[in-house]
């Protein structure tokens, strides 16, 4: 048998492929475009868009092959009201029906699919488990929760599908939102919390993800879907302080008040100039903690990195690769294949 990664050149995918080629795995990434990274020289690269079905069809699929979904359009870069539709509908819900039914037609029943702790939308129970009222809050978070229903259809035609809905994926080489926080503590300028920072905030390692998919393979692709999230994720205002300190810049965390904030932004959102996008801010002062007992109970899966770390490991290679610092810290090591 063999692994095709949908999406394998892309943040997780790239980390599952190279864990998989640690482990002596048979390996092919179908992608848009191939990166410039090292383990490609032991692994397949197929060019597939995957919303084009032909393209998709055109991957060679066995029956005993193990397949991932990893293909999505995020929520970076920022999109303006009219565009969000266009730009995440394509690929997050269709791209998975075209990868389901090529599936289908050679007869495998096996896949992991990722998708989004944002289809919970606003927090109603916390922390918040699988079976959280599912009410996302923009197009993004919908076009997940749709490709989520479509594999429940598959799911009763005899496929076995292992959902994922991870926090935010943070690690070396993915900066997105953080870009803009980054920059306000070199410039030693205040950091804007949305709300009073008492909430906690879970990121998930990129290696968490890979680990996750992996594990579900091992555990024969459970007909179920898992959170991801870090574990006891520190109060926001902890964390900007714990990084600010680490940066010796002389920033500091400005509470706000939510609601107020929340309507500004709405009003740029509105006149198409959006700072944040709505599925992002308007669940910032909410306790918005995982509850990922489920992926540890029945994947055995556990985190292997918190917040903390991975907020200055992420400043770190800010630092590195767009300030161009060279420093003598490393960024926190992906664990060995035999972890």
């Known amino acids: 048998m063999k692994h095709v990664i949908f999406g394998g050149d892309g943040f997780v995918g790239r980390q599952l492929a190279k864990d998989l080629v640690g482990r002596g795995e048979d390996v092919v990434v179908a992608d848009i475009a191939m990166g410039d990274v090292p383990h490609y020289d032991f692994v397949r690269f197929v060019p597939c868009d995957v919303t084009n079905p032909a393209m998709v069809a055109a991957v060679e699929i066995k029956p005993d092959d193990m397949v991932y979904n990893l293909s999505a359009k995020m929520l970076s870069p920022i999109q303006t009201r009219a565009k969000r539709a266009e730009f995440f509908w394509p690929v997050n819900y269709f791209g998975t029906v075209n990868i389901i039914e090529a599936l289908a037609a050679a007869e495998n029943d096996r896949l992991v699919h990722f998708t989004t702790d944002m289809v919970y939308g606003h927090t109603r129970t916390t922390p918040m488990t699988e079976d959280h009222p599912l009410a996302p809050l923009g ?16 799911r009763a035609k005899g496929m076995r599908i292992s959902i994922f809905r991870p926090r935010l994926i943070i690690g070396p080489g993915r900066l997105g939102i953080l870009t803009k926080l980054f920059r306000l503590i070199d410039a ?71 609601f107020a904030v929340k309507r500004v932004l709405d009003l740029f959102d509105l006149m198409n100039v ?39 490991n992420a400043y770190s290679d800010y630092r590195r690769t767009v300030i161009g610092e060279q420093t003598e810290e490393t960024a926190i090591p992906a664990p060995s294949p035999a972890e």
């Open 139 to 154: 197009d993004y978070g919908l076009s997940k929760l749709k490709s989520e229903d479509l594999a429940a259809d598959w």
């Open 188 to 258: 030693n300028l205040p950091v804007p919390m949305i709300g009073s920072g008492r909430n906690p905030y879970q990121f998930v390692s990129v290696f968490d993800c890979a680990k996750a998919a992996r594990l579900a393979w091992e555990n024969d692709v459970p007909n179920a879907a898992y959170n991801l999230g870090s574990d006891n994720p520190p109060p926001v205002r902890d964390l900007l302080r714990g990084l600010i300190a680490h940066a010796g810049s002389r920033s500091f965390v400005l509470p706000t008040p939510g």
């Open 274 to 312: 959006p700072i944040m996008d709505p599925e992002q801010y308007l669940i910032a002062d909410e306790h918005c903690l995982l509850d990922c007992s489920r992926a540890k109970r029945e994947l055995g899966w556990a985190p292997d990195y918190g917040d903390e770390d991975m907020l200055i």
